[in-house]
């Protein structure tokens, strides 16, 4: 892993912005959008990810699969410093994004979670706001006060996130009025709203019914268009619906990583095959 | 089969009797609140005039006059207390459900709840140690200090409970929206707290509003309007000790209005808490 | 197929049953082209009729095994081998399917040589018969026993096949021409060898798809083999 001086980054960014490539023909990208090399954590004593190394392209959309416990949200939180919230972890290893090492002493978490968004699991709105402060209370909360620039914003990433049309009339109304799926696709635009430039999802769909998955699933494809995206998920089936590429994971270990379409129809590991097969245990 | 019949009756029976018991406590329990209501209305009701909010105290032998000062020195003491106890409770709250490690926090807490458990004079005579006697004087400023003291630790327990129940989904997602600690926790989780925060310092003041004994060697009492916070001040609950504990018929009259007007008071701050928290009675967050 | 069982029993016997069912159309299929092949060795018209009468059962066993593999599919949403076994089960089975039918064409054939109490130079095409059987019997064999290397020897043989067929179709073209009168018989021989071409080709299908199923690898249209 060579770092990437920061006077190519600009050059870099403005190549990213010209790609509108689809997203599965990433080979082409000149700069993963993560380079995780050695990745290990702990929580106390206990190892959670065991030497990751995985590169993930930018633009895409990569799915991280496996049993529960196999540190797949311990690793989706390590790329925005999340699982520091934890007490007592300890990292070892590099994560660079875009070429920059997330976690040099010089790097401020605050900084690194405006340009990696999160989206979890449990649909979760401020319960005391609207749904038009709901989406951009991150801004304000950063310190924009234009309120032209607001608004343009709140109706951009309602639009984003397929919400817009369902909402435009009741704006200020609580944004826990909505349904769960509503709901999950405000907490997206929430997140889009401060314009990162990675969407991580832990298991974004998990509690909503079919048809809202179904909502967020074209959703997530949509964005992808815009926004590297890594999505933690228990459902394989959805896995390798939306995503381009899947990383399976088992006990702190990454055991396979490739296109979707390989992973699914020929993994190369048998522990991918009997985990996705259902031959496990 | 015949002895599971026996069974079965005696245990209709057992059954029966509990019942009964629960029902015999359940009563003994509201049946002081309202004998005390229905007495303090029987007696102090009739003193309950217009003359009681709005005339100063008449001197002895006089009847009529009433406890306009004293009213108002229970609320200046109430606002001093609480200029003191809110900030340093909500903040101590503040810090032991969002900082603090493990080992910090549980001396805090159990520091706290010690003095949740301290006699109420206790701290009448520890700011009469601190404060009257070094400036030579009671004062309001003594007795809001006395009652904001007492507010500190309820009102920090408080605070922190309501803040830990806030769900860590909303302090995740406004992290991962780049926002910074504190302003996550002003703006996020106090804010989704608020209800809960105001209905601890509101209890605490009502809890504290009763107080006589803190006040006995602090604001001490004062039978005129109060001009300076550096002085004597009057408040309910030492008007009506007062007033109850001497030997004129009137006075006792009006201690009875005076007990009746504060427990109306403390029942409105309840209502008041009960009106905050429908709400998350009705929509567990 | 990897030898550990699946956590739903279900789908481990739902599965098993599907291979077998597959298993024993082949083996019907087989001898189909067995028959067809022994009314022209040995003469024997009856077995031309039993060809043909069986046939039907085939086309029943097709039609079952179609509808066991997509409510499999359906049910269960099988990813990886799974997904490749019940995709090559189905594939197979129609392949099976067009060689049970081409028995039977072969079958009607023999029973017009057959017609002619001394039918002429019918042995020429024993050879290709024997080299057909023999394709997809191996093919099935290569799917059921996941043998790579053997489904990818019927490949090489496919074009064996092609080129006997080739062969003998100038051959018979040219005798033609110094027996007119023999016509018709060179013309359903010649039919017979068409047929075996195709029953060839199927089986080439047949080894595609165990290897597929076996190893996830398409070597359908790939020329260029190492």
């Known amino acids: ?71 797949k949200s311990t690793f989706l939180r390590c790329l925005n410093r999340m699982h520091e919230l934890i007490p007592r972890t300890r990292i070892e290893g590099k994560v660079l994004f875009q070429g920059q090492d997330l976690y040099s002493p010089g790097s401020d978490p605050t900084v690194v979670r405006r340009r990696i968004g999160m989206v979890f699991q449990k649909s979760n709105p401020f319960p005391t706001m609207s749904i038009a402060e709901n989406v951009v209370i991150g801004l304000k909360l950063n310190g924009v006060r234009n309120r032209t620039l607001l608004d343009e914003r709140l109706e951009n990433s309602l639009r984003m996130a397929a919400l817009w049309d369902e909402v435009k009339d009741d704006l200020r109304k609580p944004g826990m009025s909505l349904s769960g799926g509503q709901q999950q696709r405000l907490c997206i635009a929430r997140a889009i709203a401060v314009e990162p430039e990675v969407l ?55 055991i396979e990583f490739g296109e979707t379409t390989e992973i699914f129809a020929a993994p190369k590991e048998k522990k991918t095959e009997d985990y996705i097969t259902g031959r496990f245990g | 089969m015949q002895a599971t019949a026996a069974n079965h009756a005696w245990r209709k029976i057992k059954s029966a009797l509990v019942s009964a ?107 009469y140690g601190l404060v009257v006697l070094r400036f030579k004087g009671f004062s309001a400023y003594a007795g809001g200090l006395a009652l904001g003291f007492m507010m500190v630790p ?18 995740e997602a406004a992290l991962a929206l780049g926002v910074s600690r504190w302003k996550t926790i002003v703006h996020i989780v106090m804010k989704t707290a608020s209800k809960g925060i105001v209905t601890g310092i509101l209890l605490a003041l009502a809890r504290v509003a009763g107080e006589t004994a803190p ?63 429908r709400d998350r009675m009705a929509n567990p967050t | 197929m990897p030898a550990d069982k699946h956590i739903l029993s279900r789908f481990d016997e739902a599965l098993e049953a599907l291979r077998g069912d597959v298993l024993m159309m082949a083996s019907l299929t087989e001898k189909n082209l067995r028959n067809a092949m022994r009314c022209l060795v040995d003469r024997g018209s009856n077995l031309c009729s039993a060809t043909i009468a069986d046939e039907g059962e085939i086309d029943e066993l097709e039609k079952s095994i179609d509808a066991d593999g997509v409510e499999l599919l359906r049910g269960f949403q099988p990813v ?38 001394n039918p002429s130079d019918t042995e020429q095409i024993n050879a290709m018969f024997a080299q057909a059987i023999g394709m997809v019997q191996d093919s099935m064999s290569a799917y059921r026993m996941s043998d790579v290397n053997l489904a990818r020897s019927v490949l090489e043989r496919d074009k064996m096949l092609d080129q006997m067929n080739h062969d003998l179709a100038t051959t018979l073209t040219t005798t033609m021409g110094l027996v007119p009168e023999r016509i018709t018989d060179y013309l359903n021989l010649l039919f017979i060898a068409r047929h075996l071409e195709r029953v060839g080709d199927h089986a080439e299908n047949i080894a595609e798809d165990a290897i597929y199923a076996a190893s996830a690898e398409d070597v359908r249209h790939n020329k260029v083999q190492a």
């Open chain 1, 200 to 254: 991580l999802m832990d298991e974004p769909a998990s509690a909503l019914d079919p048809i809202a998955t179904m909502k967020v699933e074209e959703l997530i494809h949509e964005l992808s268009a815009k926004y590297t995206i890594v999505i933690v998920t228990h459902n394989m089936q959805q896995a390798s619906r939306v995503s381009d590429r899947t990383a399976f994971f088992y006990v702190g270990k990454l």
């Open chain 2, 154 to 171: 309820l009102i920090m327990r408080t605070t922190e409970e309501v803040l830990l129940l806030v769900p860590n989904g909303y302090r």
């Open chain 1, 1 to 71: 892993m060579i770092e990437t001086p920061a006077a190519l980054r600009p050059s870099v960014a403005h190549e990213r912005a010209k790609s509108i490539m689809p997203s599965s023909e990433s080979n082409t990208t000149p700069l993963p959008t993560f380079e995780v090399s050695n990745l290990s954590i702990w929580y106390g004593e206990k190892p959670a990810i065991q030497d990751v190394t995985i590169n993930i392209p930018s633009k895409t959309i990569t799915a991280i699969i496996g049993p529960s416990g196999c540190g």
């Open chain 3, 80 to 117: 990886a081998s799974d997904l490749r076994q019940i995709v090559s089960i189905i594939k197979i089975c129609s392949n099976l399917e067009r060689i049970a039918d081409q028995a039977v064409n072969i079958a009607k054939r023999c029973r017009k040589l057959n017609r002619d109490p």
């Open chain 2, 21 to 127: 018991l629960a029902f015999v406590s359940a009563i003994l329990v509201i049946a002081p609140l309202g004998l005390v209501f229905f007495y303090l209305v029987k007696s102090g009701a009739s003193s309950v005039n217009w003359d009681f909010f709005t005339q100063l105290p008449k001197p002895v032998g006089v009847v009529g006059g009433g406890m306009a000062n004293a009213i108002a020195g229970s609320f200046e003491l109430l606002g001093l207390a609480a200029m003191i106890g809110v900030p340093i409770g909500v903040l101590g709250g503040v810090y032991l459900a969002e900082y603090g490690s493990t080992r910090t926090n549980s001396l805090l807490r159990f520091i706290a709840d010690v003095l949740n458990g301290v006699p109420s004079i206790t701290w009448g005579v520890v700011v």
């Open chain 2, 215 to 277: 006040l006995l060697f602090t604001a001490f009492g004062n039978r005129f309007w109060n001009h300076s916070l550096s002085e004597p001040i009057a408040a309910l609950p030492l008007q009506i000790f007062s007033y109850a504990i001497s030997p004129y018929e009137d006075w006792h009259r009006q201690a009875w209005a005076g007990a009746l007007v504060l427990v109306i008071m403390i029942f409105f701050i309840n209502v008041l808490v009960r009106f905050l928290t």
